[in-house]
């Protein structure tokens, strides 16, 4: 019944952009800070970003740092990762999670207890 669902990745050349999506259901997302986690084959999961419940407080890895904004849609009960500026190293499947309360949000992923299944993006020639 509490369900994420994430949207958007695909394939996108060096340098280009990508816009993902993650729309929730059975809960309200402001409420919650949310977490978008990447993890490539045979590589550790890594904390992107995050925004934090209510004020929408946001945080990033220093990897992503001035190319990737997150954001919050109340309306329509979803949080969106613009990415610009892809790399090579940004190939991964991404994951966005939820933790109830969290007003300054965290990148421990173990901590977030909703996940959705994640959606690949490739960034490749």
């Known amino acids: 019944q509490l369900q994420l669902v994430e949207s958007g990745g695909g394939l996108v050349q060096p340098g280009g952009s990508l816009r993902l999506s993650c729309a929730a259901s059975?809960?309200?997302?402001?409420?919650?800070?949310i977490g978008w986690f990447r993890q490539a084959p045979g590589k550790e999961r890594e904390g992107v970003s995050c925004?934090?419940?209510?004020?929408?407080?946001?945080n990033y890895a220093d990897s992503v740092k001035g190319r990737f904004t997150i954001t919050r849609d109340n309306a329509k009960n979803t949080v969106y990762l613009q990415m610009n500026s892809l790399k090579s190293e940004d190939t991964a499947v991404y994951y966005c999670?939820?933790?109830?309360?969290?007003?300054?949000?965290?990148?421990?992923?173990?901590?977030?207890?909703?996940w959705g299944r994640g959606t690949q993006v490739t960034v490749s020639s």
């Open positions: 999670a939820a933790v109830l309360g969290q007003y300054v949000c965290h990148d421990r992923g173990n901590e977030y207890g909703y």
């Open positions: 059975g809960f309200t997302l402001a409420n919650y800070a």
């Open positions: 925004i934090g419940s209510r004020a929408g407080i946001t």
